[in-house]
């Protein structure tokens, strides 16, 4: 069972970016369906980003643009690069994965790592 550990959240102010980090333990990313999900206070859990085994990479509306999902299988690290934040993105974002279907479908990951805080002030 893969084990995931996210880093590289902060402070930033609006504008800004920010790249997080998960890395895994215990398989290789590349089994999995990998993904970004974020809560604030508050409110519900939401997909961010995703990517897939056979190429698949999907986005939530809210991301399209501004935020890139990638994955290095040397390193066995998922990441998500963030740019022109905004102070409606701070929250506790996760990192995700799934072996079977891939989306922004929380119910497709049964593997979920601690989080890392963003927070960004206007």
């Known amino acids: 069972q893969v084990q ?3 880093s590289g959240g902060g402070s930033v102010q609006s504008g800004g970016s920010l790249r997080l980090s998960c890395v895994a333990s215990g398989d290789t990313v590349s089994n999995y369906c990998l993904g970004w999900f974020r809560q ?3 409110k519900e859990r939401e997909g961010v980003a ?3 085994r056979n190429g698949f990479i999907g986005y939530a509306d809210s991301a399209k643009g501004r ?3 990638s994955q290095d299988n040397a390193k066995n690290t998922l990441y998500l690069q963030m740019n022109s934040l905004k ?3 701070s929250a506790m974002y996760h990192c995700a994965a799934g072996r ?3 989306g922004l479908a929380q119910d497709f990951f049964n593997t979920w790592g601690q989080g890392t805080q963003v927070t960004v002030s206007s």
């Open 50 to 52: 995703a990517i897939g």
């Open 100 to 102: 079977v279907h891939c």
């Open 4 to 6: 995931l550990a996210e």
């Open 67 to 69: 935020f890139t999902i």
């Open 40 to 42: 604030a206070p508050g």
């Open 87 to 89: 102070p409606e993105d």
